[in-house]
């Protein structure tokens, strides 16, 4: 067989090939329902939060045991994971605190926020024993001062799946969202009584 004929047969090779592999398949963390309080705090940023440098990235880990990644297969999140986070987790906050205005950092909103929320994400993923885990630092603002929380909850998801491993991500940002409602409560109750 001559040269140029490899050539076709391999360019033809190549071709199948590339067809023949799966999409991608996309997803994203969603808003989940949490305890309703009635809570006039004005209004509240959560900023685009900070994430550990094995987290910030277009695929979706699989799991993650500390020193190995192991990436789901052919998938992918469908907006950058930082702006996604804050994103849901303003959701969920203004799910919970009825009478409050929250909104993530990627808003176009011009609005002067009464508090900032600030996070430090140091883990958000699938552990060897089973359960997603989040740790998290956060930093809340009002009335200028600033006050720091560390949170850390976990999940087990209901499958080993990619779609699992996500709805388990989601409804650990509905623990935080629940948690960060009873620290924005009681600051903002403490600013009320200290003030003049």
């Known amino acids: 067989m001559s ?93 919970r605190l009825q009478g409050t205005t929250v909104f993530g950092a990627s808003s176009d909103l011009s609005l002067e926020p009464t508090t900032v929320v600030e996070l430090a994400i140091r883990k958000f ?13 956060a930093s809340i603002r009002v009335a200028g001062r600033s006050a720091a929380h560390a949170f850390s909850l976990q999940a087990r998801p209901a499958a080993t799946d990619t779609g699992a491993i996500v709805a388990a991500m989601s409804n650990l940002l509905g623990q935080l969202a629940d948690e960060l409602a009873k620290v924005l409560l009681a600051r903002t109750a403490g600013a009320v009584s200290q003030a003049p």
């Open 125 to 137: 993923d699938l552990s060897s024993d089973g359960y997603v885990h989040l740790n998290v630092l």
């Open 3 to 95: 040269i140029s004929m490899r050539a076709v047969w391999l360019a033809v090779a190549l071709f199948c090939g590339c067809g023949s592999s799966p999409n991608t398949a996309y997803y994203a963390l969603a808003a989940v329902s949490g305890t309703v309080r009635q809570a006039s705090l004005g209004t509240i940023i959560v900023r685009r939060p900070g994430i550990a440098g094995y987290l910030d990235r277009n695929e979706i880990l699989g799991q993650w045991d500390g020193q190995r990644l192991q990436l789901a297969n052919n998938t992918a999140w469908a907006e950058p994971i930082s702006a996604m986070i804050s994103r849901v987790l303003a959701d969920d906050l203004n799910d």
